[in-house]
């Protein structure tokens, strides 16, 4: 019951800011019917995650939660390939619209998260770790994050602000919100904790991240990096 707690929390601060933002926009700046897609999106992917609450076996008994990653995974990419997102729109895409200062942006990022390795003590590595760290955190979290919430935030959300070549909608802002609040907050036998330095790591590059998935039209770079900063301590 604690993580339906959490996760009805979190959707209810989601629809609370829509709410907010509509007030101070004007109705008009926004869409309440993507807004509730995003929230049954959000409901959707945290259901999957935690196998439905753990009423799903676990099927792979691994250290890591395969079973809830790729199922997610393949959920998200089965919403991608409806009319209403698709596959481009969404970011899942080899195509890069931008690649210059992009790839810049992500090399600064996988050489900080190499620095911290080398600077930081290692935790012990195995095969599963390394394998799961190098592909599921980026694959399945900037599909569902940077690809199909974002579009669907995005979507929510008619204004836009340009800064630093792309154009931001609260959608992208909330996004980074909703990932850094999936990462530090929870509810548990009734008292709500929230971290800040965790929401800090996770929201604060996020930002970066969907500056990447803006300006390539991709969710490529954003999935190498995420993957990298996962890893970087594994490999060096």
């Not at 210059?100 to 900080?112: D, M, N, Q, R």
């Not at 994050?145 to 931001?168: E, Q, S």
Request: one cysteine or more; aromatic letters at 10%.
């Amino acid at each position: 019951m604690d993580g339906i707690f959490t996760i009805g929390a979190i959707i209810a601060l989601l629809l609370a800011a829509g709410g907010a933002i509509a007030a101070l926009t004007g109705r008009g700046g926004v869409s309440f019917r993507w807004l509730f897609v995003a929230a049954g999106l959000v409901l959707l992917n945290d259901a999957l995650l935690t196998r439905f609450y753990r009423l799903v076996p676990d099927l792979i008994h691994g250290h890591w939660n395969w079973q809830g990653k790729l199922t997610a995974l393949l959920v998200t990419l089965a919403v991608a390939a409806l009319p209403a997102f698709g596959w481009r729109a969404s970011g899942l895409t080899l195509r890069q619209a931008d690649l210059k200062a992009p790839l810049i942006v992500a090399g600064l990022y996988g050489l900080l998260f190499v620095g911290l390795a080398l600077a930081l003590p290692n935790a012990p590595v195995t095969a599963e770790t390394l394998a799961f760290q190098l592909t599921m955190p980026g694959l399945e979290e900037e599909a569902f994050y940077r690809g199909i919430l974002l579009l669907a935030l995005d979507r929510a959300f008619i204004g836009r602000a340009r800064f630093l070549g792309v154009d931001w909608s609260w959608g992208a802002a909330l996004s980074c919100a909703l990932f850094g609040l999936a990462h530090a907050f929870g509810i548990s036998r009734g008292e709500v904790s929230f971290e800040p330095l965790a929401f800090a790591l996770t929201a604060g590059p996020s930002l970066i991240a969907v500056w990447l998935r803006l300006r390539t039209g991709s969710i490529l770079l954003p999935v190498l990096m995420h993957n990298l900063g996962n890893a970087a301590s594994l490999l060096v």
